[in-house]
């Protein structure tokens, strides 16, 4: 089992940056999909960004495009979040997702193809 833990969230004034940081256990973390999501008050969960398998490309929400970067650590089993230009739109709580299956196709941005979730970490943007 794949153990995803979150961190580095908090309260951030608009305009103002935050990083989101997140370990996931597992010796073959070079080839998981790793994405991160985020679920706003009221609203479904939704992909922000993501790796996709075997350490391929990386995907972007439109509404982050040139905001958000997402970067990964293979040594240290990490992946981060950049998050710059925050705007109040962006709180929420942020998740992080790791699947470690041999699929190698599919959309990193859909919930659904993720077996392992964190716990969540808060962002708040104040404007």
């Known amino acids: 089992r794949v153990q995803v833990e979150e961190s580095g969230g908090g309260l951030v004034q608009a305009g103002g940056s935050l990083r989101l940081s997140c370990t996931a256990s597992?010796?073959?973390?070079?080839?998981?999909?790793l994405g991160w999501f985020r679920q706003g008050p009221g609203k479904e969960r939704e992909g922000v960004a993501c790796?996709?398998?075997?350490?391929?490309?990386?995907f972007y929400a439109d509404s982050v495009k040139g905001r958000f970067t997402i970067s990964r650590d293979n040594a240290k089993n990490t992946v981060y979040l950049q998050m710059n230009s925050l705007n109040p739109e962006d709180t929420a709580m942020y998740y992080c997702?790791?699947?470690?299956?041999?699929?190698?196709?599919?959309?990193?941005?859909?919930?659904?193809?993720?077996?392992?979730w964190g716990q969540g970490t808060q962002v708040t943007v104040s404007s």
């Open positions: 597992g010796s073959t973390f070079d080839y998981y999909a």
């Open positions: 997702a790791a699947d470690d299956s041999d699929y190698s196709g599919g959309d990193c941005l859909s919930t659904t193809e993720y077996n392992y």
């Open positions: 790796f996709s398998w075997n350490g391929g490309n990386t």
